[in-house]
């Protein structure tokens, strides 16, 4: 059973840059899709954006400028980095399987890790 | 920018009950959308994607209908294990993909 396990430093300051990381357990990185998404305290759950095993990325609007994806196939792992975080940037962070060749619905999920932004 | 509004925001019925559940987008998304379920301290679990389609494991009295901008989920009888919140998702052009707000279904 595939399993995916986010982590990372709970707290930032404003203007750092976020580091996350997901470690996929029981299965592979590869042949698949892979999502970070965040859910900001009262707010609709957000695709951050998405990556193949492959390394090709494509990321939401709104995050494209801050928002850096990469995949680890040796050692089974997403990052997700997010430069000059704001307060607005307090959220829970999921990263997700994309469901075979329909990528765009997300099959596995992780628990999701809080991430705080305060001075 | 499509939106997803969903309805109700929270549904309190009994075990044995039978709920349904109403995501609205705010333009066509034809038949491209998803339903999860969330509990708390959980990973979300995909329940049903392009509308109708049960994902691997989920059992057949949960079933989803619709087209364009209204779609719904169903509950035939509520299980304990079915209260938790479930939010909807469409795919139908990125950027990007977004989410309903999500209906909380909970024990009256």
């Known amino acids: 059973q595939v399993q995916l396990q986010e982590s990372g430093p709970g707290l930032l300051k404003p203007s750092e840059t976020l580091s996350l990381t997901c470690t996929v357990s029981?299965?592979?990185?590869?042949?698949?899709?892979w999502a970070w998404l965040r859910q900001s305290p009262g707010k609709k759950l957000e695709w951050i954006g998405y990556?193949?095993?492959?390394?090709?990325?494509d990321y939401s609007p709104s995050l494209r400028s801050r928002v850096t994806m990469s995949v680890d196939t040796a050692k089974n792992q997403l990052s997700l980095r997010l430069r000059s975080v704001t307060a607005a940037d307090t959220a829970v962070y999921y990263c997700?399987?994309?469901?075979?060749?329909?990528?765009?619905?997300?099959?596995?999920w992780g628990k999701g890790t809080t991430v705080i932004v305060s001075s | 920018e499509i939106v997803l509004t969903q309805s109700p925001a929270t549904l309190s019925l009994s075990p044995g009950e039978r709920a349904t559940l109403s995501c609205r987008a705010s333009?066509?998304?034809?038949?491209?959308l998803a339903w999860y379920q969330h509990k708390p301290g959980q990973a979300p679990r995909l329940l049903i994607y392009?509308?109708?389609i049960r994902a691997t494991g989920v059992p057949p009295r949960f079933s989803g209908s619709g087209s364009g901008t209204d779609f719904t989920l169903t509950i035939s009888s509520l299980e304990p294990e079915d209260f938790a919140v479930y939010f909807c998702q469409h795919r139908s052009n990125w950027p990007p993909w977004t989410f309903g707000q999500g209906t909380k279904v909970d024990i009256k």
């Open positions: 029981g299965g592979t990185v590869s042949f698949y899709y």
């Open positions: 990556i193949y095993y492959s390394g090709s990325t």
């Open positions: 997700a399987r994309g469901l075979d060749y329909n990528y765009y619905y997300l099959d596995v």
């Open positions: 333009q066509s998304v034809s038949t491209y």
């Open positions: 392009d509308v109708s």
